[in-house]
């Protein structure tokens, strides 16, 4: 069973340093990988999906790269702000018909 | 604009209650979702749909009901069997069809109590 993790639960920096943000699965068959954002009390806003296929994707101040041999994905905040403060979550998905399988998120706080 | 609507966004039950969730998207996405969220865990499973008149139960489907009679509109219901139903539930939708990215949207979800 894919099973996916995020470490820092939390992550705490100061304003205009760049953020990074790991997140590990345990099998490197998967179909797509995707990056949210979780801000307290609502919904996920999608960020970025990076295909099996692709090493990055780049949106903004964000970029995304998934390295499938080693299970990993790590996202990239350049020059973090206040306002990027908010909880991070990547998920996996398996196969084109497939559940995505969640991390649990790593917090983050940007302190101005 | 396109998105998904969930309601209510606030909602508090007495035990023994039955209540449910709204879900309509006007993406035209075929499948859609219901996760639960609580405090320090990440997103479970509920139920999910592919299509219209078809469901199948996730990963804790007990104590939850669904139904998929119209493409844009996937309701949960929480029963009176579900042990602890306080938590956060997000709806969500993908589009399947060729071309499509793959890519899963959410709702803003509702807060459910248990009084």
């Known amino acids: 069973k894919q099973e996916v993790t995020q470490i820092p639960a939390a992550l705490s920096v100061p304003e205009g340093e760049n953020l990074v943000l790991n997140c590990s699965f345990t099998d490197s068959a998967i179909y797509n990988l995707q990056w949210f954002r979780q801000d307290p009390g609502k919904g996920l806003t999608s960020l970025l999906l990076?295909?099996?296929?692709?090493r990055e994707q780049t949106s903004g101040r964000l970029n995304a790269s998934l390295d499938k041999s080693s299970g990993r994905s790590t996202l990239y905040i350049a020059a973090s702000q206040p306002g990027d403060s908010a909880t991070y979550l990547c998920?996996?998905?398996?196969?084109?018909?497939?559940?995505?399988?969640f991390g649990a998120g790593t917090q983050v706080v940007v302190t101005p | 604009d396109g998105g998904i609507t969930q309601s209510p966004k606030y909602l508090f039950r007495k035990e023994g209650q039955n209540v449910t969730l709204s879900c309509e998207q006007n993406l035209n996405h075929d499948a859609m979702y219901w996760y639960r969220q609580d405090p320090g865990q990440g997103l479970r499973l509920i139920y999910y749909s592919q299509i219209v008149n078809d469901f199948q139960k996730g990963d804790i489907a007990e104590g939850y009901s669904v139904s998929r009679e119209k493409k844009e509109s996937f309701p949960l219901t929480v029963t009176s069997a579900q042990k602890n139903p306080t938590a956060f539930y997000l709806c969500?939708?993908?589009?399947?069809?060729?071309?499509?990215?793959?890519?899963?949207?959410f709702g803003e979800g509702s807060r459910l109590t248990v009084l």
């Open positions: 969500a939708s993908l589009d399947f069809s060729a071309g499509a990215t793959g890519e899963l949207f």
């Open positions: 998920a996996v998905r398996p196969d084109s018909w497939g559940k995505l399988q």
């Open positions: 990076i295909q099996s296929s692709q």
